[in-house]
């Protein structure tokens, strides 16, 4: 019995784009906190908690940002295919994990150490470095698990 297979494509589609150069006049992210400076925008007015996926070249220079969850005012789930999805189509060589706490506090719960962990593993394996994971809370505060030590 014969079988038809789907013959697809994959690729990514450019929504747009924003500028970014750090304080130091370069391009690329050397802290978390230009880390999570360049992320609050992307958080601005958000309601309900969102993850978010900065992609990194080899020396840091992020080239793509993608929001790639979005849940309720106290949750967000989202699977490790679903993050590194966009890094391995844009050939990342890093990630940087952010999501915002709507209750403006940074203090990470149970399931984004678990989440952290995770995204650690599956990064480990597919040779796509989890740099950080930074949760936004209000009045530019966050929580960066690489400062933390845990990363």
Not at 53 to 78: F, H, R
Request: hydrophobic residues 35%.
């Amino acid at each position: 019995m014969k079988k038809h297979v789907s013959c697809v494509r994959t690729c990514l589609v450019k929504e747009g784009s924003v500028l970014y150069e750090s304080k130091s006049g370069e391009r690329t992210i050397t802290s978390p906190r230009e880390a999570a400076d360049f992320a609050a925008s992307f958080f601005n007015g958000a309601d309900k908690e969102m993850i978010y996926i900065c992609c990194l070249d080899a020396i840091y220079q992020p080239v793509c940002m993608e929001m790639t969850a979005k849940g309720g005012s106290s949750w967000c789930n989202a699977e490790p295919a679903q993050v590194f999805k966009t890094a391995i189509l844009s050939n990342a060589s890093g990630i940087i994990c952010f999501h915002n706490h709507p209750s403006g506090n940074c203090t990470p719960s149970k399931e984004d150490k678990s989440l952290t962990r995770r995204l650690k593993e599956a990064g480990e394996l597919l040779g796509i470095k989890l740099w950080d994971h930074i949760v936004l809370g209000d009045n530019r505060f966050f929580y960066s698990f690489k400062e933390a030590g845990i990363l």
